[in-house]
């Protein structure tokens, strides 16, 4: 059982690439149908970033919003977390490009990347508000910067036309008074045997690029987006009985779910639990799966259309590849 964990919501941000990529012109790149990626995948369209727009510039774009919001200057913050599945490159970790492209390359700020693909952005609260309750950080700058476009093979078409690029930006500060403002509950299961359903093979140790072994379609993401669904809702309902007792056949409290927007199979498991279509935030339309980028940007959407009022309860939950199931109900 989790002890709270005081976090106080003080900003969000996004950052969207230039270019806005329709189901039509994948449609016609691919040879499909006209009108099924959005039958199929529940997606409208998508951004993709081009050249000049890395995870760090996106990053620090999304960063610098949050900062606005919660009325920050960017040296005021005690730890930067980039989380994120799509690192700009393998070495150095993303988060101090963030950092430098924010202007504080020589500031001495920790920060650090937690990765665990679609839920990284779910790790790094987790991990703002321990280092929080240690004394370690106050405040903390939470950035999801994601672009996957480069990795897509599309010979697979589900997945090709699912994922989007963007970044998100999320400022959580722990209270200088007992305000009641904190993470109630959280829970993280993870199914090793599901690892095969999403992967991208090389670019690591195992297959890396400079390998004689090495081939071209290492490189590229694929997935059995049926068979991670299957596994999903599989395990779903123990999993949310644990996070919270009644959650596998109602809201059981939670006031609004923020959802990871795995794609319309994935929206669909969620309304089986019993759940009001009208309490779950929905972005996947507009924006696609956008990886860990998801849970922030689907929690700033919230936040602008003024769902978050003070003592609200939101229910932060997902999946991602591994096969990882996770979730945190936050009093915001």
């Not at 690192?87 to 990765?115: F, K, M, N």
Request: hydrophobic residues 45%; glycine residues 10%.
């Amino acid at each position: 059982m989790l002890r709270p964990l005081p976090l106080r919501l003080a900003g969000t941000g996004i950052a969207l690439p230039a270019r806005i990529v329709t189901n039509e012109e994948l449609e016609e790149r691919m040879r499909l149908p006209a009108g099924w990626i959005e039958r199929r995948a529940g997606v409208r369209q998508r951004r993709w970033a081009g050249l000049g727009e890395t995870n760090s510039i996106l990053g620090a774009r999304a960063a610098r919003a949050a900062l606005a919001e919660a009325g920050w200057e960017a040296g005021d913050v005690d730890l930067i977390l980039s989380a994120s599945g799509t690192p700009e490159q393998a070495i150095p970790d993303t988060a101090p490009l963030i950092q430098r492209e924010l202007g504080l390359g020589e500031s001495g700020i920790a920060c650090h990347s937690v990765h665990s693909t679609c839920l990284s952005f779910l790790a790094a609260l987790l991990t703002a508000a321990t280092h929080g309750a240690a004394g370690l950080a106050r405040r903390v700058l939470i950035v999801s910067a994601e672009i996957g476009s480069p990795a897509l093979d599309f010979s697979q078409p589900e997945a090709a036309a699912l994922f989007g690029d963007m970044a998100a930006a999320v400022a959580v500060e722990v209270p200088a008074a007992d305000d009641g403002l904190a993470l109630l509950a959280a829970h993280w299961e993870t199914y090793g045997a599901g690892a095969e359903l999403a992967e991208l093979p090389g670019c690591g140790s195992r297959r890396h690029p400079a390998r004689e072994d090495a081939r071209a379609e290492d490189q590229l993401f694929r997935m059995n987006g049926i068979g991670a669904a299957r596994l999903a809702r599989r395990r779903l309902p123990e999993f949310l009985e644990r996070l919270r007792p009644g959650l596998s056949r109602g809201l059981a409290g939670v006031d609004l779910v923020v959802p990871h927007q795995a794609s319309r199979l994935g929206m669909e498991l969620l309304r089986e639990c019993g759940w009001p279509p009208e309490k779950i935030v929905q972005t996947l339309e507009e924006h696609g799966n956008c990886i860990a980028a998801s849970l922030p940007l689907t929690l700033h959407a919230a936040r602008s259309a003024d769902r978050l009022l003070p003592g609200t309860e939101v229910l932060l939950v997902g999946s991602g590849a591994g096969l990882s199931l996770g979730g945190v109900i936050w009093r915001v």
